[in-house]
């Protein structure tokens, strides 16, 4: 099946630094990207859709200044968390692929600031 | 805005045991419900469902949808430890253009008891 990594798995930062995160198709091209974020013990929360050659598409409430995506390659889209600070601390998933085969999950990065 | 509820959020059975897991959603221009199973790290596939009344089966799990009644189960008999994990049930829907979107419900958290 459609394989999709993510890179770094883990990531631990001071608060005021960038971090930045990959997600990448192994086998199979995206147009199309998700990235999501999840709290602990709740639900995953789709903070943008992620377009191959055009400007991402953020959901409400996500601010598109600091959650930068660039989705240069029709195989790898980057998340990066600008000025991050301890309340970004989080697992960040991406995903790709859809329509009849629904969408493949990244591993996952989980980022702390400290 | 598109809404998915799952139902219980929490749910501890024995060994042996068979669980229903309910979805419930309100969404406009829908294509799909998926169930994925999350255990430490990103939601695994399990099922896509898109038409209404067929049921989609692999090993124990089972699942259907109610297109008329906006719901859908994920059932499992002879639960085993191994099942213990969030199941989520996710809604996919066109969210502007040709792009489709998942909303996620928050997730029942099955422990399975040996």
């Known amino acids: 099946g459609a394989v999709v990594s993510q890179h770094p798995s883990r990531v631990i930062c001071k608060s005021g630094t960038s971090v930045k995160i990959e997600c990448r198709s192994l086998d199979f091209q995206a147009t199309t990207m998700f990235w999501y974020r999840q709290f602990p013990k709740q639900s995953l929360m789709l903070m943008a859709t992620s377009n191959e050659g055009s400007k991402a598409t953020y959901e409400q409430g996500v601010e598109k200044d600091k959650f930068l995506i660039n989705h240069a390659s029709l195989t790898l889209s980057t998340l990066t968390v600008t000025s991050a600070h301890p309340e970004d601390s989080s697992f960040y998933i991406c995903?790709?692929?859809?329509?009849?085969?629904?969408?493949?999950f990244g591993p996952g990065t989980r980022l702390t600031v400290t | 805005e598109d809404k998915v509820v799952q139902s219980p959020l929490s749910l501890v059975v024995h060994e042996g045991d068979t669980v229903t897991l309910n979805c419930s959603y309100e969404v406009t221009n829908f294509r799909s419900l998926l169930w994925y199973k999350q255990e430490k790290k990103a939601p695994t596939f399990l099922f896509m469902l898109?038409?209404?009344?067929i049921e989609k089966k692999s090993g124990r799990l089972s699942s259907i949808l109610d297109k008329k009644e906006l719901f859908s189960i994920l059932n499992i008999t002879a639960t085993q430890t191994g099942d213990s994990a969030v199941y989520l049930c996710?809604?996919?829907?066109?969210?502007?253009?040709?792009?489709?979107?998942?909303?996620f419900g928050k997730g029942t958290l099955l422990t399975v008891n040996p």
């Open positions: 898109t038409s209404s009344g």
């Open positions: 995903s790709a692929g859809g329509g009849l085969y629904g969408q493949y």
């Open positions: 996710a809604v996919e829907a066109r969210s502007g253009g040709s792009n489709y979107k998942l909303t």
